[in-house]
């Protein structure tokens, strides 16, 4: 799937944006249809990519709308259900021109990076048995993300981009990459937290 001519499609896309932007005309939003469109055909570690991205875009309630959709994405993966029926129920909410451009050329260095690093290996981690842990690791990550904590998006989303590509190209080594890197942002949550906690602690007894 990811070839040279599936990533200058992305490329093209993203190119013409920006040069609309510079002579001044900005042209239409993008809608969640629209991204997966651009991928031919739209799977379920697509969608995931695509959810995750835009869950980093600076649009007000992206990140707790496309949380939602990712823990369905989350059971849908558990069950087996790879239709992608419903979701023209969020093209609702629309990325600004601007912000596509920048989500166009993500995708593009994105699938770059894989189609030149990424292969076939570990396959015991897409293993059946292995299905319900995954599914809870993205209903973990789309939680967190839920949360209206400031940046907090950033380390599950970031998770959740690795996990897709690891599975959209079966490579073991991105599912592992996820994992460490969204349990590295939940120890730094907790640790901030924390942290938070006892300085509102010392200023509470401090104030009575």
């Known amino acids: ?8 499609r992305f490329v093209r896309e993203a190119r013409r944006r920006r040069l609309d932007l510079q002579r001044g005309r900005p042209g239409d939003p993008l809608t969640l249809q629209q991204l997966l469109d651009l991928h031919g055909r739209a799977t379920l570690p697509v969608l995931l990519i695509v959810l995750a991205l835009i869950t980093t875009v600076p649009v007000a309630g992206a990140g707790m709308l496309f949380s939602l959709a990712i823990m369905v994405w989350a059971w849908r993966w558990l069950r087996r259900r790879e239709s992608l029926q419903g979701l023209e ?3 609702f909410l629309q990325i600004s021109p601007r912000a596509a451009s920048r989500c166009l050329r993500w995708l593009a260095g994105m699938y770059l990076f894989a189609g030149r690093w990424l292969r076939p290996r570990w396959a015991a981690l897409f293993s059946s048995r292995l299905r319900g842990f995954w599914s809870l690791w993205v209903a973990l990550m789309a939680f967190i993300i839920f949360l209206p904590i400031p940046f907090g998006n950033l380390f599950p989303a970031v998770s959740l981009l690795m996990l897709g590509l690891g599975l959209l190209t079966r490579d073991g080594l991105m599912l592992v990459l996820s994992l460490l890197l969204g349990l590295g942002g939940l120890g730094a949550l907790i640790a901030a937290a924390g942290w ?6 010392r200023a509470w007894t401090s104030a009575f």
């Open 89 to 91: 129920r969020l093209n």
């Open 1 to 8: 799937m990811i070839d040279a001519a599936f990533i200058r």
């Open 196 to 201: 938070l906690g006892q300085i509102l602690m």
